[in-house]
């Protein structure tokens, strides 16, 4: 089923959410080959970074607990791995960005290579440096706008704003985004911070100590966040968080996300989850006798 989001043509739904399997041109293309309808990729700074050292990410009962630490190969490099993605691939191209200035995410925009992206998604789920206390740009309505007002004039590419789950009010920051010109909301980054021990060594399992949350675990706070976003904005969401199952997916759409998303879902389940899941929407629909756009928001009609 084809899916309008945000004037994109999504050949299918489901999305690959950033940072999972999301570095390499190769490793894009094949998720897509696997049935997901958009693909995001690792989120990109404008200089190659260096995140933590390993251990980085830990899989738990209920989920998985990382801390990559930001680190990304350079935008020249990543827009090498775009291009194969784009050759090798029908999904829709989300390129995500993340910079520690609002210029920052800006200049990276401008320098993706923009014929083989078709949507930027900026993450601001990272800290704000001009900020006394380094909090992340999604912290506030204030702050979150701000990088959407730098990016907006420099680029024609539809604008995705990801926001965190971490902070008050989330609804708020959207419609801030959504004031400054955003075209859509990606929602929700991870939840945290958290934090595991080893009980043998007594250390903290990730080098970092604290990581943030992701995977089964999330999908209440997730279905909440996107439920609150849906009341507070006209731009459409893409709805992630949490989701290993059709049920999950439905209820994500339920609470108002136009797509959905998944990251832990494809490490725990497999690449093909996305197939599962789409044939398990379409069975759903039948039964139920809805379009899928009966279904979009369906929870806030009842
Ligand atoms: C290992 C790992 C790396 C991630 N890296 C990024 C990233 O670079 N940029 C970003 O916006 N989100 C990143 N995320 C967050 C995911 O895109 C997603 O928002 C979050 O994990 C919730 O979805 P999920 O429960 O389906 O994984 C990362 C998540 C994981 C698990």
Do not use: W
């Amino acid at each position: 089923m084809g899916i309008n989001f945000c004037n994109v043509n999504f050949p299918r739904n489901g999305v690959l959410a950033s940072g999972i399997l999301g570095v390499t041109g190769c490793s894009m293309a094949n998720v897509a080959e696997n049935g997901a309808g958009g693909i995001t990729c690792k989120s990109i700074s404008k200089n190659e970074r260096n995140g933590h050292p390993t251990p980085v990410a830990q899989v738990y009962e209920h989920g998985l607990l990382n801390a990559v630490g930001l680190s990304s190969t350079g935008i020249d490099n990543s827009n090498k791995e775009l291009k194969y993605l784009r050759e090798n691939s029908d999904a829709v191209v989300i390129a995500s960005v993340f910079g520690a200035t609002p210029e920052e995410f800006r200049d990276t925009a401008v320098m993706l290579d923009e014929k083989n992206v078709d949507i930027i998604e900026l993450n601001i789920s990272c800290p704000n440096v001009a900020d006394e206390f380094g909090l992340a740009f999604s912290a506030t309505p204030e702050s979150a706008a701000s990088v959407v007002k730098a990016v907006r004039p420099a680029t024609n590419k539809p604008i995705l704003v990801k926001l965190s789950p971490n902070f008050p009010n989330i609804g708020r920051i959207a419609k801030s985004c959504e004031d400054a010109g955003a075209d859509g909301i990606t929602a929700i980054n991870t939840v945290g911070p958290g934090m595991l021990i080893d009980i043998h060594t007594y250390q903290p399992k990730l080098s970092n100590k604290c990581g943030g949350v992701s995977g089964p675990a999330i999908l209440p706070i997730a279905i909440r966040c996107i439920y609150d976003i849906y009341k507070s904005v006209k731009i459409p969401i893409l709805g992630m968080g949490g989701i290993t199952t059709t049920e999950d997916a439905i209820q994500m759409i339920a609470a108002g996300a136009r797509i959905y998303g998944v990251g832990t879902g494809v490490i725990i389940q497999g690449k093909d989850i996305f197939k599962k899941i789409n044939n398990g929407i379409d069975a759903y629909l039948a039964d139920k006798k809805i379009s899928y756009d009966d279904l979009v928001g369906i929870a806030h009609k009842q």
